[in-house]
């Protein structure tokens, strides 16, 4: 069964430096998202990325966050200018289209475990 | 934020026995609810989902129901396997966007 796949599955980083998180999402599907979940807490929507633009967006989702689709294949999520609090498992997600009734679900990757000190 | 909200973060149920999770929204806008499930160390993995134009969906030995006027809805796992311990977690979407939101979830333990 094709599933979404995420790399690195942990990554340690300075605060103050710039990571980029990778993403490779079902191939048949259109739609691409990134969620988070910081410890202890829900998980939480950051992005929604359709057709090269970013369709919604959370309040989570700042100026120091940016996704790309850089090839036909890859979606990234880069944090400009890590903090402490961004420390959290960011979950990259794929669906073959968008919401409401009839749609289909969103698939989810393993996640990463991103670590700032 | 407790628009989706799991009351009940753990349950304990014996094997073979029914599981029932059970899952309340506040926001009238949402009308597609999912189930995930998650294991340690994997992201959540779609489990069932309903639209808001029914109130019961099954699969199996999974059943959603949903119960639009309390805004509420359960997930029944019958019978229950040892396989089926992890965190469930409720998700709602509103068809005006794409977002999905997320309840704490529960953590259920079936004992064999």
């Known amino acids: 069964e094709p599933e979404v796949t995420q790399t690195p599955s942990h990554q340690v980083t300075q605060m103050g430096q710039e990571v980029i998180l990778r993403c490779v999402p079902i191939s048949n599907h259109l739609y691409f998202y990134w969620y988070r979940q910081i410890l202890g807490q829900k998980v939480e929507f950051l992005v929604s990325?359709?057709?090269?633009?970013?369709?919604?967006k959370s309040e989570i989702f700042d100026d120091q966050f940016s996704v790309e689709r850089p090839d036909g294949s890859n979606f990234t999520l880069k944090i400009r200018s890590t903090k402490l609090e961004d420390s959290a498992m960011y979950f990259c997600a794929s669906s073959r289209d968008s919401g409401g009734i009839g749609n289909q679900p969103q698939h989810f990757g393993d996640g990463t475990r991103l670590s700032i000190l | 934020d407790q628009q989706v909200k799991q009351n009940s973060p753990s349950l304990s149920v014996q094997e073979g026995r029914i599981s029932i999770l059970n899952c309340d929204y506040t926001n009238s806008m949402f009308d597609y609810f999912l189930w995930y499930k998650k294991y340690p160390a994997e992201g959540p993995t779609f489990l069932i989902s309903i639209s808001s134009i029914k109130d019961k969906n099954e699969d199996g030995r999974f059943t959603v129901f949903l119960n639009k006027s309390a805004k509420h809805l359960s997930l029944h796992i019958v019978p229950s396997q040892p396989g089926d311990s992890a965190v469930y977690f409720c998700a709602a979407i509103n068809n005006a966007g794409n977002m999905l939101t997320f309840g704490g979830g529960t953590r259920l333990m079936v004992k064999p």
């Open positions: 990325f359709y057709n090269n633009e970013i369709s919604e």
